[in-house]
């Protein structure tokens, strides 16, 4: 069973930054995908940032240039480093983790991000 924790949310001032971490335990085969994800009441969830296993990363128009995501495969950890925070920024960040060979998606349980103006 994979269990995914995130830690590191919280408020913010605009103009800040928050580092997010998610700790992956259980089976997960190296050809994967970690990644984030963002949710707003009332919206869809839309996808922040991902990193492949093989070093693709993919980011938001809206995020380029302030948040980077990061991963230690030997602990089963992604990061993302998240810079220049706006208010439009606030939102429920889950991360989640592909994984290829066995086709199956994880999700965290989601962490509150708030960015005050």
């Known amino acids: 069973q994979v269990r995914l924790v995130e830690s590191g949310g919280g408020l913010v001032q605009a103009g800040g930054s928050l580092r997010l971490s998610c700790a992956a335990s259980?089976?997960?085969?190296?050809?994967?995908?970690m990644g984030w994800y963002r949710q707003t009441p009332g919206k869809q969830r839309e996808l922040v940032a991902s990193?492949?296993?093989?070093?693709?990363?993919n980011y938001a128009d809206s995020v380029k240039g302030r948040f980077t995501i990061s991963r230690d495969n030997l602990k089963n950890t992604v990061y993302l480093q998240m810079n220049s925070l706006k208010p439009e920024d606030t939102a429920v960040y889950y991360c989640?983790?592909?994984?290829?060979?066995?086709?199956?998606?994880?999700w965290g349980q989601g962490i509150q991000v708030t960015v005050s103006s």
């Open positions: 990193l492949s296993s093989g070093g693709s990363t």
């Open positions: 989640n983790v592909g994984d290829r060979i066995v086709k199956v998606n994880y």
């Open positions: 259980g089976v997960i085969y190296s050809d994967n995908v």
